[in-house]
Nanobody, 115 residues
Framework: VQLVESGGGLVQAGGSLRLSCAAS????????MNWVRQAPGKGLEWVSD????????MYADSVKGRFTISRDNAKNTLYLQMNSLKPEDTAVYYC?????????WGKGTLVTVSS
């Protein structure tokens, strides 16, 4: 599967963005999907994940209550709705998918939150 993120950009603190991750191929609905981010100068941080059917979202404590993960398997697309953004949310956001123990990654989209 190939993954392409979009929707990043510059937003003021308190604002919102919605990230999308478009997947190629016909097996997207079988993948467990994640959003992972990397802030400048820091390591990878898991943000959220969702099971293949979209019923079980999970969130890091740092984003719980502000971010919502969802997926549309008919459109082969994963989403991350980000509300009440904070400067510390500034990062490159990656989507990744896992199937049969193999991880696939997109190239990321940059989110910058100004104070």
């Amino acid at each position: 599967v190939q993954l392409v993120e979009s929707g990043g950009g510059l937003v003021q603190a308190g604002g919102s963005l919605r990230l999308s991750c478009a997947a190629s191929g016909s097996t997207f609905s079988s993948y467990h999907m994640n959003w992972v981010r990397q802030a400048p100068g820091k390591g990878l941080e898991w943000v959220s994940d969702i099971n293949s059917g979209g019923e079980i979202p999970m969130y890091a404590d740092s984003v719980k209550g502000r971010f919502t993960i969802s997926r549309d398997n008919a459109k082969n697309t994963l989403y991350l709705q980000m509300n009440s953004l904070k400067p510390e949310d500034t990062a490159v956001y990656y989507c990744s998918g896992r199937l049969n123990g193999i991880d696939y990654w997109g190239k990321g989209t940059l989110v910058t939150v100004s104070s």
